[in-house]
């Protein structure tokens, strides 16, 4: 798989634990590169599990158009325009099977409404253990949205459709509950072992038709990205945009799984580890690759 002289690619990113540093942001060093990249005819496009507010904090210091699929997959813009491109929503009868599968667990689910109703969410305070209230604050800072207290979501208007649900739990309990919500065919669960909260795991639970690997190949299809698609992550949510990429990067503090799928192995985040790594993977594409780190 050797490019042509001349030829660029894509690059499809995940974006916390990726190219983000310790806090949450994108370093200068990193937005850069990715610019001189931008400049050099590649694609950029970043694949979040974050609302498009969220994600627009952490890319505003980005000053090139790019793609965003957020939500891990549930919808899709072109930036900076923020013109939707795609969306793959639920609706509240999957919510009442989610409530129903998850009554046995420990904790709770918090509900995306998506960036149309304000990128807030609602979640039900006393379905939550001390421990995990806490845990809001730093959710919060992450998702500027308004957060909606509820005792149920029976409160909720029954033409609601979500992008994305988010349960909160210990990893043990979290993957015991993927097996569980896995027998619903209408939605597609990703786990996440690393959160801004060491101490907490996150299950993503989004429209079956939404994940990154399925943004990777509508994109594709549509014609928005070309081959040589490169592709990386740090996550168990990011396997499937490993998969449906060409060169693969995994972040050296990634899961086992995730780095088991790998072409290079990537410095952490903290490091800017996605620079050599990109170099890297550049190269093997096309041998004759110079830009200067």
Avoid at 36 to 58: E, M, N, P, Q
Avoid at 107 to 120: M, Q
């Amino acid at each position: 798989m050797v490019a042509m002289e001349g030829q660029t690619g894509s690059i499809v990113l995940d974006i916390d634990g990726t190219i983000t540093d310790g806090d949450h942001t994108i370093p200068l060093e990193v937005a850069n590169y990715l610019h001189r990249l931008v400049d050099r005819h590649w694609k950029i496009a970043f694949a979040t599990g974050r609302s498009l507010s969220s994600s627009s904090l952490v890319t505003s210091s980005l000053r090139f158009p790019f793609l965003l699929a957020i939500h891990n997959g549930a919808e899709l813009f072109k930036m900076p325009q923020r013109e939707s491109l795609r969306k793959k929503h639920f609706g509240l009868d999957v919510v009442f099977e989610l409530d129903r599968l998850c009554q046995e667990a420990p904790e709770d689910f918090i509900l995306y409404v998506g960036h149309e109703k304000g990128d807030g969410c609602y979640y039900r305070p006393d379905q939550f253990s001390e421990g995990f209230r806490g845990y809001f604050e730093e959710l919060q800072k992450l998702s500027p949205g308004p957060w909606c207290p509820i005792r149920s979501f029976e409160e909720v208007d029954a033409s609601s459709q979500f992008p994305l649900a988010k349960y909160l739990g210990s990893l043990p309990c979290l993957c015991s509950l993927q097996e569980k919500l896995r027998s619903l065919d209408s939605v597609q669960v990703s786990l996440i072992q690393n959160p801004p909260n060491p101490f907490c795991s996150l299950l993503l639970i989004t429209h079956r038709e939404a994940h990154k690997g399925a943004i990777v190949e509508y994109l594709k299809e549509e014609g928005l990205i070309s081959s040589p698609v490169i592709v990386a992550g740090n996550d168990f949510n990011d396997l499937p945009l490993l998969r449906a990429g060409e060169v693969k990067i995994s972040m050296e503090d990634a899961p086992e799984e995730l780095r088991a799928a790998a072409d290079i192995l990537a410095p952490s985040s903290l490091e800017k580890g996605i620079i050599p790594a990109l170099e890297k993977a550049i190269r093997m594409v096309d041998p004759s690759w110079g830009l200067s780190l």
